[in-house]
């Protein structure tokens, strides 16, 4: 590889040294130039005026004009919510092809400065249609009236046709490439947590079951009602045959027959043995789930003991955070929750940050910090489709983001936000759940420390231990741990944390106070035995971050491909 810096295309070079025009970058690998490239310009493309460009795209709408010889198409390729106007005449293509809504084009012409007074800084008059993937307008799902969100997740695989689904995909690409760049730029490595694991962070024990047991039992079954297996008589002449077998090979080895003899005698009793062992394996085989001791034996299953998809990477992301210090995880999550709220999908994305030689203080400062580079994030890289969702969903999407990346968070101790709740209380304020010492808080005590009380980002720390996970640090009190949670305006929590317990007695002590086995943590425990150090860490749930920064308000709506009960499409 040489080392010399990569040089532009000779052509743009030329265009670039020769003109004073500037140059429409196409896309790296594709021959065409991202809309984007165009219209995402500070003069929103009108410097391009007199450039050629092959754009491609679908049609969000088109509409025929003078009396047919020529039509509009507004364009979008999904590079970013504006559209491009595009100018067909009738002598270029037929227009009835191009107009229907959701008609994929790629089209070339020259780029004009569209006449005074209209919106547009920029058109393409089109020269040559390139492709045109057509749509039939009376079978078209999408139809161009607006669509609820709730119709669209009942056609999940064309919803990221609309206008609100790509902002959305485009939000939600910006905040995971600033969760990487966010804690890669402070150090912290990238670990890939298993999907498949045999321990419940939680211990809330709703985790969906990883078996293959269920698929063998029904091959076991069809298998049976093809072959039926052998009868016990089958298999005690299998064992005489054998036998008889057994006695010829030894009756001609006394008289001393031919080495031919022997070997050929040797061969049927090899082959009725095989039998033998092939028909006591059939005869074995039972209909159903495999049980043992009248429990269903996973040491039949494909992992030999029982297996569960994730509730979170924090346990498994720990033994790397006790051997390289500073490491993030970012996955996928599963709930096996029968919950059908705004606020809850069953496949879920966990943000993940563990930081060895760390306390509850620096948890709380790497969360805060965090959130804040994510708001100013979406600030800076995506302010074109948060104005699309603050004109559609949420008017006060964009100054929340303003307000909490340049605001302070509160912190206060959970016994504190208690008191000003119970004073909340006596002032006349109603909630629908009862306010004392030892509740965990429900959303809409969240969202009154955070909308009403505070008006800005809020972390409670210090929480009940009765209320949190077992791994958490046990406080002096013995009655706290060091847990926090940074609660938001519009969706309360974002963030859970802790500070985990590194005394090995202390939280061997925990398991058991729970009522939990401690066999399946052994391994966690030995983290405590071998080395252990001051640890934090916290989980930020990445859908609810995307539903903080639109104002979108159901989850099932921020995330490609929404699971939740009775719905797993595609």
Known sequence: MSDQPLQPPVDQLAAATLSDVAVVPKHEFSDRVPIRSILGRPDGGSGLAGQRARVGGWVKTGRKQGSGSFAFLELNDGSCPMNLQVIVDSAVADLGLLVPTGTCVAVEGVLKAPPEGTKQKIELRVEEVVHVGPVDPAKYPLPKTKLTLEFLRDVVHLRPKTNTISAVARIRNALAYATHTFFQKHGFLYIHTPIITTSDCEGAGEMFQVTTLINEAEKVEKELIKNPPPSEEDIEAAKLLVKEKGEAVAQLKSAKASKADITASVAELTKAKEKLSKLEERFKLKPGIPQKDGKIDYERDFFA???????????????????????????????????????????????????????????????????????????????????????????????????????????????????????????????????EWGIDLASEHERYLTEVKFQKPVIVYNYPKGIKAFYMRLNDDSKTVAAMDVLVPKVGELIGGSQREERYEVIRDRILEMELPLEPYEWYLDLRRYGTVKHCGFGLGFERMILFATGIDNIRDVIPFPRYPGRADL
């Open 305 to 435: 003991r029982q297996a569960f998809l994730t509730v979170s990477g924090q346990l498994q992301v720990e033994t790397f955070a006790c051997s390289v210090s500073s490491v993030y995880t970012f996955g996928p999550t599963f709930r096996a929750e029968h919950s059908h709220t705004s606020r809850h999908l069953a496949e879920f994305w966990m943000v993940e940050p563990e930081i060895a030689f760390a306390d509850l203080k620096d948890d709380m400062n790497c969360a805060e910090a965090y959130v804040k580079f994510l708001c100013k994030w979406l600030l800076d890289d995506c302010l074109d489709d948060m104005e699309f969702m603050a004109k559609n969903f949420d008017k006060t999407c964009i100054d929340r983001l303003r307000m909490v990346a340049s605001t302070p968070f509160e912190r206060i101790s959970y016994t504190e936000a208690v008191d000003l709740l119970v004073e909340a209380v006596n002032g006349g304020k109603q909630f629908e759940n009862k306010v």
